[in-house]
């Protein structure tokens, strides 16, 4: 009997803290945080995804709106947070490949060096679109009331470093237009202006404004993919518009706290895979203009290291600093 002891005491011994760790995960709540106010593309992610791993781990996976400091302040919050798997967050393309270039030595985590990816969750195009009271059709006509009046245009995102906030200055670079930026704090009071008409454009994700396009309060100009999105498929992209090659999305995944064990995240990326491949969560997100993705935590670290060199290079030849 003593001799059975020792050997099971020295399995457990030999036994990996991950696959320990992973023998009884998920027991209890999941938070998951969004860097992001409520009403933007993040949220209508997060939640579908949410939703769905809720049902594929038998845990609450609860979402959690944490805004402020353009993603910093929910990041640095995250970076301190038990490596467990039972806080996770939103990454995004703002908080991983923009936000080490405009900050700097004053970003309060590393991208790389504070999380582990899991899994990218979807890509979202964004769209060029304007007021319908702007008397203008067609991106070509943008660039042209642009050029007759520079200075005079003006566009709406969701703060300073935004996505959209890149995607436009990265089309000015292209066109050589000048147009005026509004920054928000967040999508939704942004989209609240564009709407009654005190903002005259955006180059918006397309989930938050595609009931809008449809209902005829936007018209969209032209998309940011490399290929038309299906749920606007009579809008061109900026590519065919005149600009070949030209191409920006915003795109968002999941992370945890570096030092999460790697068992915890091979069950989450599991999960986040078939939450992926469920016919509500595609449905919910190709609905809104989004595209579900999905890949390993490796492919998503490489696409982190990817666009964090592509949109050094916009943040430092823009000049765009934080508020």
Do not use: C
């Not at 069950?267 to 609905?287: C, W």
């Amino acid at each position: 009997m003593q001799k059975i002891s020792i050997v099971a005491a020295a399995l457990m011994l030999a036994a990996s803290p991950a696959a320990i760790a992973q023998q009884g995960y998920p027991s209890k709540t999941i938070r998951f945080v969004v860097p992001f106010a409520p009403g933007g593309s993040s949220d209508i992610i997060s939640r579908a995804v949410a939703n769905q791993l809720t049902a594929g781990l038998g845990q609450q996976v609860y979402v959690e709106n944490k805004g402020g400091g353009g993603g910093n302040i929910a990041m640095e919050e995250v970076k301190r947070a038990a490596p467990d798997g039972y806080t996770l967050i939103l990454g995004h393309i703002g908080t991983l490949a923009v936000n080490p270039a405009m900050y700097g030595a004053k970003l309060p985590y590393d991208p790389v060096k504070d999380f582990q990816p899991i899994s990218l969750l979807a890509v979202v195009p964004n769209v060029i679109a304007v007021h319908p009271d702007v008397p203008i059709k067609s991106l070509a006509e943008f660039v042209k009331a642009a050029k007759d009046k520079p200075g005079k245009l003006n566009y709406g995102t969701a703060g300073n470093g935004s996505a959209g906030h890149l995607a436009m200055e990265y089309f000015k670079m292209q066109a050589g237009i000048d147009i005026v930026h509004i920054p928000y704090r967040g999508t939704g009071p942004m989209l609240s202006d564009l709407l009654g008409g005190q903002v005259e454009a955006t180059f918006n994700g397309i989930p938050p404004i595609m009931s809008h396009i449809k209902a005829g309060k936007l018209r969209p100009l032209a998309v940011g993919s490399a290929a038309r999105v299906p749920a606007l498929a009579d809008v061109p992209t900026v590519a065919e518009s005149g600009y070949p090659g030209f191409e920006t999305s915003q795109w968002y995944g999941l992370m945890a706290p570096a030092g999460t064990p790697r068992a915890i995240i091979d069950r989450l990326a599991e999960e986040t895979r078939k939450a992926l491949n469920s016919d509500d969560a595609k449905k919910r997100i190709s609905d809104d203009g989004g595209i579900t993705a999905g890949g390993t935590p490796e492919q998503f670290a490489a696409l982190i290291a990817k666009e964090k060199e592509r949109w050094g290079k916009v943040v430092t030849t823009a000049k765009i600093q934080p508020d």
